[in-house]
Nanobody, 115 residues
């Protein structure tokens, strides 16, 4: 059973930074890894993904502010979030999509941007 464990969420003021981490129980080497978020009353949306070759895709709303990285040796994917805005407030979920197409999700970590 694949497990993804997120950490790093919390309360931050507008303009601040947070770094989210996600550690997988198994190898991520052949998986596309990603971060999604879900705000109250809204659908879950893509934040950023990183492929096995290191290519990245970002939601327009976070481009230039967020950076996704992966460390296959540590089985970890991270999301550095800078210049945070109140509209970034959401539960953030780590996603692992294997080459077979199977998706795995973490339990989520809460990010609140508020003064």
């Amino acid at each position: 059973q694949v497990q993804l464990v997120e950490s790093g969420g919390g309360l931050v003021q507008p303009g601040g930074s947070l770094r989210l981490s996600c550690t997988a129980s198994g190898s991520i080497m052949t998986s596309t890894m990603g971060w999604y978020r879900q705000a109250p009353g809204k659908e879950r949306e893509l934040v950023a993904i990183i492929t096995t070759t290191g290519s990245t895709i970002y939601a327009d709303s976070v481009k230039g502010r967020f950076t996704i990285c992966r460390d296959n040796a540590k089985k970890e994917v991270s999301l550095q979030m800078n210049s945070l805005r109140p509209e970034d407030t959401a539960d953030y979920y780590c996603n692992q999509r294997r080459s077979s197409g199977t998706n795995y999700w973490g339990q989520g970590t809460q990010v609140t941007v508020s003064s």
